[in-house]
Structure formats: C-alpha cells, structure tokens
C-alpha cells in the first residue's frame, strides 16, 4: 500500500513569508497528487491538482511542484487567509490524504 | 451552483447503524464519481469510499477499516448519494463529507480530484 507523509507536521509563519510544505509518497505516484486547504470547521478546499495545475480561483501565490515521490506546495508570500491546514491526497490507486501540516501565526 | 448538502448524522450505540445522505444539485450528477470522505475529531481526512457513475459501471470501493460494514449506493433519479453505515464502532465517530471527484486530461493521462465538497455532517458512536 501507498503511504504518504508530510513535512512538518505544523510551521509558525508571519504574513508575508514564503512557507513551503513537503509531501512524500511510500512509491512513485508520478503526478497524481493533489493538494487541498482546510480551514476549522469547514470543508477542505482543491487548491492544486495533477501535482502542479492550479485550481480555478485559488490565488496565484499557491503553486504545487514534484513528480514521482516528492511534492511541494508553496505559499509565496503568506496571506492572513492562509493560516489552515494543509492536505496532500494521492490520486495514483484508491485516494490517501497525508496526515496534513497547520501553518498558524508566529 | 454546486451544492451538496449531507444529512443523517447523529447519535447512535455501538454496534448500530445509520444510513447518511447527500443531496447534490447544480452539476451532472449521474456522471459523476463520489466519495465520502471523514474526519475524527482533531485528526486529519479519511477517504470512506466511492461510487462510480453507472456509465463507468457503478461500482465502489471502500477504505479497509470499513469495507463489509459500509456501503455506498445513489440514486440517480434524485441526485442523491447514500452511505449505510452498519456494525458501528466509536473509531467511526467524525464529520463525513460527500464530495464530488473531477477529472482532467493532460498528457493523455486522468488526474482525478476532489472538487466539490458538502459541509458535512457529524456521526458520533457513543454508548
């Protein structure tokens, strides 16, 4: 079975910073992989899909890289909307979320 | 606009069942892919299990913690997807969304995605 991992598992960022999180799959999933936001309460949020293809809507800022087994979601320059956390999702067999990373306020 | 509005979710004993519901509106809803996917309080997202469009053949697939207890239907004619839940144990205690799955060409391969999701309804498992 695919396992998928994230790093770190929790950041302190201020408004403004460039904050990167990284996924990791257990094999290759070439670029299937997708990447949501979920905010306290709500939904979780499509943000990038096919590793890198930004989803309708979602800012510019958010930018999605990697193939085989190591993803990059990138926020470039921190919004106050951004503090949430963050899910990678691997699309390549039956769906698995990575156990996610909560970007709070330093 | 897309909607997709759960409902069904409560207090129930272990070992019981409940049968959630999620109503979808404003997008072709008999071609579509779903999902359920939850979260347990304070933890991340678990995808339940889906249900292919009948074009694709219907059928499901389930996570192992809940195959041969849960089990995924739609109807079709009146938008609606359903998980009956039996056997149920407090570890199915969380949210459970439905979420509609979009896919995408590029390169000659199918990126499949969570694109729509409902707000969720909450299931707890408590004696």
């Known amino acids: 079975d695919i396992q998928m991992t994230q790093s770190p598992s929790s950041l302190s960022a201020s408004v403004g910073d460039r904050v990167t999180i990284t996924c990791r799959a257990s094999?290759?999933?070439?670029?299937?992989l997708n990447w949501y936001q979920q905010k306290p309460g709500k939904a979780p949020n499509l943000l990038i899909y096919?590793?890198?293809s930004l989803q309708s809507g979602v800012p510019s800022r958010f930018s999605g890289s990697g193939s085989g087994t190591d993803f990059t979601l990138t926020i470039s320059s921190l919004q106050p909307e951004d503090f949430a956390t963050y899910y990678c999702?691997?699309?390549?067999?039956?769906?698995?979320f990575g156990p996610g990373t909560k970007v709070d306020i330093k | 606009e897309v909607h997709l509005a759960e409902s069904g979710g409560g207090l129930v004993k272990p070992g019981g069942s409940l049968r959630l519901s999620c109503a979808a509106s404003?997008?072709?809803?008999?071609?579509?892919?779903m999902s359920w996917v939850r979260q347990a309080p304070g933890k991340g997202l678990e995808w339940v299990g889906r249900?292919?469009?009948?074009?694709?053949?219907?059928?499901?697939d389930y996570a192992a913690p809940v195959k041969g207890r849960f089990t995924i239907s739609r109807d079709d004619s009146k938008d609606t997807l359903y998980l009956q839940m039996n056997s149920l144990k407090t570890e199915d205690t969380a949210v459970y969304y439905c979420?509609?799955?979009?896919?995408?060409?590029?390169?000659?391969?199918?990126?499949?995605?969570?694109?729509?999701w409902g707000q969720g309804t909450l299931v707890t498992v408590s004696s």
């Open positions: 094999q290759s999933i070439s670029s299937f």
């Open positions: 404003g997008f072709g809803f008999s071609g579509t892919w």
């Open positions: 096919a590793a890198s």
């Open positions: 979420t509609a799955e979009s896919a995408k060409s590029i390169a000659s391969s199918w990126y499949v995605y969570f694109n729509y």
């Open positions: 999702q691997q699309s390549y067999r039956t769906p698995l």
């Open positions: 249900i292919k469009s009948k074009t694709d053949g219907g059928t499901t």
